[in-house]
């Protein structure tokens, strides 16, 4: 059964879009399950123009308020966890437990940036002449244009919001139209917690045209996409012909580094527990895994038998440890990595297949690779799903070497018990966060972001609020 939505939220109200209807496909059953409205070029300059009128409300609206405010969405959006993680499991397929999980890191946003909100701090210069009174202050940039990506619904958009909302800016966010509908959750939080009408603005859509009309606008100045590479090109050419600061959060291809001296069957229980979450549907995800050589056969080992115990199914069944892929795309994808390496020479010593017993659902097996080597697909494309390849290094300087060649720059991981040699390795890998012994890296509290093709800026942290602020310098004379 399939139930028309009006899923835009412009100027603090729910309206119907102008663009027809997107289905919204569950991707355990590949059922329509919602037609999710969409907006056209009208709604968009709808949202552009309440963007604009609740950026002069929120910008005069004072820090403490503010604060506040944020606050209150980060209580309704943590006692709503439950509904709106039952939402995000049926749109985007990852467990429940999952999802509630996401749902709470999201609130988490909320929280910090509305501490963030009363820390917006300028400085005073002494200057050359004491006829003259130097000072810089920080002002919000203004209206904010922003896109998410489908794998954390929730997190995705929190990070946005919280952090322009803290500044004084107002947006108009573009969720992804495979899983809108958790978004929207968060939108009515800020309705309920008292957000002014146009702070917060949420359309549902085509990509290509909602972006074009927001950046080509001239009211937009500031963006913010979590997405893919191409995307995040094509959006910064964009962004280029009108002079807005961007800030991309792209793709990755996380390394991980197992050293001989560590506690293997730890480390492979904590990266085969990570490797799988959300079906390996992670920007930050453990990717390409590199174990001394010394080590490799029983990490493999170790691995697989994790593997072997995680039990597939819907994300809102109960017990379920690893859902479907979110999409077709995705599960294509990942079929293709795998037959690539497989006719390349690894092997495949778990998964490698979809699940004999789903014939409905983008579904695929948690699947462990060994004897991979550097020309294999898998090792050069984000797999983004539930592969977990292995290769072998020798020494330090090799392992450095091997986790640095790519061209993503996002996240690594270093297992070790030697102190010289964690803070060697984690300052030697190009990457813009690195966690050591530890795989639970993205929190509200520090800076999310990567280097060379997975982007620049940083999102969350003290650094999260500083992209939606512009520093003006003010010289009076006395």
């Given at each position: ?15 119907s ?76 397929g ?5 999802a ?12 910090w ?21 130097l000072?810089?202050i ?6 904010v244009a ?5 794998n ?7 990070r ?8 004084g800016c107002s ?5 992804a ?7 929207l ?18 359309l ?38 009108r ?14 580094l ?73 599960l ?36 462990v ?28 300087a090799?392992?450095?070497?091997l ?63 500083e ?12």
């Amino acid at each position: 059964m399939t139930e028309a939505s009006d899923l835009l939220y412009i100027g603090g109200e729910w309206t119907s879009g102008h663009g027809g209807t997107i289905d919204l496909i569950d991707p355990s059953t590949e059922a329509v399950i919602a037609k999710v409205a969409a907006a056209d070029k009208s709604d968009v300059d709808s949202a552009l123009a309440a963007a604009e009128a609740g950026f002069e409300v929120w910008r005069s609206t004072d820090a403490w308020t503010r604060s506040t405010i944020i606050r209150s969405v980060a209580d309704l959006v943590r006692r709503r966890a439950d509904e709106i993680g039952a939402v995000m499991s049926r749109e985007q397929g990852k467990p429940v437990g999952e999802a509630i999980a996401e749902v709470k890191s999201a609130a988490d946003q909320f929280d910090w940036f509305a501490d963030e909100a009363r820390r917006i701090y300028g400085r005073t210069i002494d200057g050359h002449s004491r006829g003259n009174r130097l000072f810089a202050i920080h002002q919000p940039v203004g209206p904010v244009a922003a896109f998410t990506a489908w794998n954390f619904p929730a997190l995705l958009p929190a990070r946005k919001m919280a952090a322009a909302m803290a500044a004084g800016c107002s947006m108009v966010i573009k969720p992804a139209e495979e899983a809108p509908q958790t978004a929207l959750c968060l939108a009515q939080a800020c309705h309920d917690a008292g957000v002014p009408a146009g702070v917060i603005n949420m359309l549902v859509g085509d990509p290509a045209l909602i972006s074009e009309r927001l950046i080509d606008s001239g009211s937009i100045r500031k963006i913010s996409l979590t997405g893919s590479v191409p995307v995040g090109r094509q959006l910064l050419r964009q962004a280029a012909d009108r002079i807005i600061p961007t800030t991309l959060e792209l793709g990755g291809h996380a390394p991980v580094l197992v050293f001989d001296d560590v506690d293997v069957s730890k480390a492979a229980e904590m990266c085969a527990r990570t490797k799988f979450r959300n079906c390996g549907q992670v920007c930050i995800s453990p990717s390409r895994f590199f174990v001394q050589e010394s080590v490799a056969d029983q990490f493999a080992h170790e691995v697989t038998q994790y593997a072997r115990g995680l039990k597939i199914g819907s994300g809102v069944e109960p017990g379920t440890d690893v859902g479907p892929l979110t999409n077709a795309r995705r599960l294509a994808a990942v079929e293709a990595l795998v037959t690539d390496a497989v006719d390349r020479g690894a092997a495949v010593t778990i998964g490698g297949r979809r699940p004999p017993g789903l014939s409905r659902g983008y579904f695929y097996e948690p699947t462990v690779l060994t004897g991979v080597t550097t020309e294999m697909d898998v090792m050069h494309q984000e797999p983004f799903g539930p592969i977990l390849p292995i290769a072998t290094f020798s020494d330090v300087a090799d392992g450095v070497a091997l986790a640095n060649a790519t061209p993503y720059g996002l996240a690594g991981y270093v297992f070790t018990d030697r102190t010289r040699l964690a803070f060697e390795v984690s300052e030697a890998l190009e990457v813009g966060m690195v966690g050591v012994n530890n795989m639970v890296i993205a929190t509200a509290e520090a800076p999310f972001g990567g280097i060379k093709d997975s982007g620049f800026g940083r999102e969350g942290g003290a650094e999260g609020i500083e992209p939606y602020l512009v520093t003006k310098y003010v010289n009076i004379a006395i």
